[in-house]
């Protein structure tokens, strides 16, 4: 059974910076195409990053240099360390695992998805 559970936000002021982590179970993180995505009120949801089981990493263009994400296969916990945050950062973030690599990019729909959590920059 897939479970995730993310942790770490909160407010922060703009400009500063927070980790979000994903405790996995029910599979091992470096198998899987794991990912991080954020929904705002009232947008669509907007994929932030992805990394495949070899550790090949890519983000959205937005975030690239600001953000970075990390997987601790010790831990099976995936983190996204965010950084210069803005206020159009504000959302609620979400893990996101599939145990197919095919198609590993921020924009991808996860099958499997933790319950989110919330991010605030003001």
């Known amino acids: 059974h897939v479970q995730l559970v993310e942790s770490g936000g909160g407010s922060v002021q703009a400009g500063g910076s927070l980790r979000l982590s994903c405790a996995a179970s029910?599979?091992?993180?470096?198998?899987?195409?794991m990912g991080w995505f954020r929904q705002a009120p009232g947008k669509d949801r907007e994929g932030v990053g992805a990394?495949?089981?070899?550790?090949?990493?890519r983000y959205r263009n937005s975030v690239k240099g600001r953000f970075t994400i990390s997987r601790d296969d010790a831990k099976n916990t995936l983190y996204l360390q965010m950084g210069s945050l803005k206020p159009d950062d504000s959302a609620t973030y979400y893990c996101?695992?599939?145990?197919?690599?095919?198609?590993?990019?921020?924009?991808?729909?996860?099958?499997?998805r933790g319950q989110g959590t919330q991010v605030t920059v003001s």
């Open positions: 029910g599979f091992t993180v470096s198998s899987y195409c």
């Open positions: 996101g695992a599939d145990p197919d690599d095919w198609g590993c990019t921020p924009g991808r729909n996860f099958g499997n």
């Open positions: 990394i495949e089981s070899d550790g090949t990493i």
